[in-house]
């Protein structure tokens, strides 16, 4: 059977255009938000308990930055424990999620900027599994990541997302999982358990990271290092804020935007997360 046969016999039980999925971004935060039963975990349960049951889900996770674009297309991805320094009970996690070969060609196929490469080497790592295994805890949908070249601008990624569009009529949620702000090295550790503590820069930047994607100008939001010194304190490096251009490049005109989990963390973090549709 071929990728594409097998792909449209996979999709086969929702038409095209009978619903359009939403698109997410999802702050993922501590890697101990995959276990602890927490305001952002439960958001990420009621989450999948609002929107249509997936026939998949790809994330493009900040924690897959490679040179080139790759797609997982194992069977079987395996569960990465991509961090040190956590208690056992993290480590000791699986989620046992199937991949989807099928659809990760088919993927491929979409995204005619890049030549693709089928990874059977990945799995999924903590940016996507510490969320998914909230939204679909019985681990029987399968998911596939997608990763972030990272010699590519963010004008590359955001235009490369939009060639993902066909998934979304064919059932699959797409789902960037990063954060808006992010600089370790100026977590105040000493407030990781004071309630929405952030920095003033951190506050100002994620308001105007919402006013921007509330009303579409997604310019500004692909050239962020003009938004000044906050901007250069909130992404020190790319790689978890890039997730959010792929979710906002997936951006249809009739998209509702809502954002959840809109909350800073130990000073120079954010969770803030956006639903698109």
């Given at each position: 059977m071929t990728g594409l046969t097998a792909f449209n016999k996979f999709t086969a039980g929702l038409k095209e255009d009978e619903y359009l999925m939403p698109v997410l971004f999802v702050g993922h935060g501590s890697p101990m938000n995959g276990i602890e039963d927490n305001e952002f975990s439960r958001h990420w349960t009621k989450l999948a308990q609002e929107i249509p049951v997936p026939k998949a889900v790809l994330v493009v996770s900040a924690h897959w930055f490679s040179k080139g674009t790759k797609v997982t297309a194992m069977d079987f991805p395996q569960t990465i424990h991509d961090f040190g320094g956590?208690?056992?009970?993290l480590f000791d996690v699986q989620y046992p999620a199937p991949g989807n070969p099928a659809l990760a060609k088919e993927t491929a196929a979409l995204l005619h900027s890049a030549n693709v490469e089928l990874d059977h080497d990945w799995g999924l790592d903590h940016g996507t599994w510490t969320i998914v295994r909230h939204?679909?805890?019985?681990?029987?949908i399968p998911v596939l990541q997608l990763s972030i070249d990272y010699t590519k601008g963010p004008q590359y990624h955001f235009d490369l997302a939009k060639e993902l569009y066909a998934l979304r009529k064919k059932g699959v949620l797409i789902t960037g999982s990063?954060?808006?702000?992010?600089?370790?090295?100026?977590?105040?550790?000493?407030?990781?358990?004071?309630?929405?503590?952030?920095?003033?820069?951190?506050?100002?930047?994620?308001?105007?990271?919402?006013?921007?994607?509330?009303?579409?100008?997604?310019?500004?939001?692909?050239?962020?290092?003009?938004?000044g010194p906050e901007a250069r304190l909130a992404i020190p490096t790319p790689e978890h804020y890039l997730p959010l251009l792929y979710t906002l490049g997936l951006k249809k005109?009739?998209?509702?935007?809502?954002?959840?989990?809109?909350?800073?963390?130990?000073?120079?973090?954010?969770?803030?997360?956006?639903?698109?549709?």
């Open positions: 956590f208690p056992q009970a939204m679909y805890p019985e681990a029987n990063g954060n808006m702000v992010h600089n370790l090295r100026m977590v105040a550790w000493d407030k990781l358990n004071q309630d929405a503590y952030g920095y003033d820069w951190a506050l100002q930047l994620n308001s105007k990271f919402k006013e921007l994607i509330s009303g579409g100008n997604f310019t500004d939001l692909i050239h962020y290092d003009r938004l005109e009739k998209d509702e935007v809502s954002f959840f989990n809109d909350k800073a963390v130990a000073g120079s973090l954010t969770m803030t997360s956006v639903k698109l549709g």
